[in-house]
């Protein structure tokens, strides 16, 4: 069974960075793309990032380019999202994802972000 | 950016009922359009992709149709554990951008 545990969340104020990790266990880790979809707490399911295979091509929703950075090591089979000058609205419950195609057919128990003073 | 918008926004059925929800985008998508069931305080879940393939494991009483712009999930008889939240999502174009969600209660 795909297993996919995220850590790294924690209470951090504004302007501050936080790395995120993803453990992918139990498949073929470098032979899929990977993304990060967060959610505000009570909100909707907000995509973050995806990156390929290799770690060749990177996509970001707007609000996070410029500050956020995903990465990936493929020996250690880790996802990462290095998160810098982080808002407000950045709080969240960051999942990690795994693309099936197109889509995302396994998701981690998600890890929480809060940004405050 | 492609807009998606689910209706309704909530809705009360009864187990045993049939359960419609709808998604449209602001521009076609062709077939990329995904669903997902997300219950409180766990993970989303696919419950279909690209439009109307059913993902493995997910029980035949769900069903998507649609293409273009306008998308239906459908779910044949409520059960117990369907009470959830459920979200579409598009994956035609970066960024990909899913619905508000549509919470279904128990009545």
């Known amino acids: 069974e795909v297993q996919l545990v995220e850590s790294g969340g924690d209470l951090v104020q504004p302007g501050g960075s936080l790395r995120l990790s993803c453990a992918a266990s139990?498949?073929?880790?470098?032979?899929?793309?990977m993304g990060w979809v967060r959610q505000a707490p009570g909100k909707g399911l907000e995509w973050v990032a995806n990156?390929?295979?290799?770690?060749?091509?990177?996509y970001y929703v707007d609000s996070v380019k410029g500050r956020f950075t995903i990465s990936r090591d493929n020996a250690k089979n880790l996802l990462y999202l290095q998160m810098n000058s982080l808002r407000a609205e950045d709080t969240a419950v960051y999942y990690c994802?795994?693309?099936?195609?197109?889509?995302?057919?396994?998701w981690g128990q998600g890890t929480l972000v809060t940004v405050s003073s | 950016d492609i807009q998606m918008t689910q209706s309704p926004s909530s809705l009360s059925a009864s187990v045993g009922d049939r359960v419609t929800i709808t998604c449209r985008a602001s521009h076609s998508i062709s077939s990329s359009l995904n669903w997902y069931q997300q219950k409180p305080g766990k993970a989303p879940n696919v419950l279909i992709y690209a439009a109307s393939s059913l993902q493995s494991g997910v029980p035949s009483r769900f069903s998507g149709s649609g293409s273009g712009t306008d998308f239906t999930l459908t779910i044949s008889s409520l059960q117990p554990e369907d009470f959830a939240t459920y979200y579409c999502?598009?994956?035609?174009?970066?960024?990909?951008?899913f619905g508000q969600g549509t919470k279904v209660e128990i009545k």
């Open positions: 990156i390929k295979e290799d770690g060749g091509e990177k």
């Open positions: 994802a795994r693309h099936g195609y197109y889509y995302f057919d396994n």
């Open positions: 139990e498949f073929t880790f470098s032979r899929y793309w």
């Open positions: 999502q598009q994956s035609y174009s970066i960024p990909w951008t």
